[in-house]
């Protein structure tokens, strides 16, 4: 009886040992995800402020003019060339 109770406890103990083994690796693996995911967080937050500021950049009152007045041929209409409409 001694003997299949020792039997039973090691093999109790070898399964509970490997699970501890399995749980500590899964959760080496977790980690490294974690790691990898945080970083690219990181990045994609700096590239967002770039990205934020280029857009405000672009969007400046005076860069639209500029580019109205010399890609597009725009100007400011004479006293002449405008036309009030009334209802």
Do not use: Y
């Not at 500021?53 to 405008?82: N, S």
């Amino acid at each position: 009886m001694t003997r299949f109770l020792v039997i039973v406890l090691l093999a109790a103990n070898v399964v509970a040992a490997i699970g501890v083994v399995h749980a500590r690796h899964q959760h080496r693996q977790l980690f490294v995800e974690l790691t990898r995911l945080v970083n690219e967080r990181d990045e994609l937050n700096i590239d967002f402020g770039r990205l934020q500021l280029e857009q405000a950049t672009w969007a400046e009152a005076h860069r639209v003019d500029q580019v109205a007045r010399t890609r597009l041929g725009m100007k400011f209409p004479e006293a002449g060339e405008i036309v009030v409409v009334q209802p």
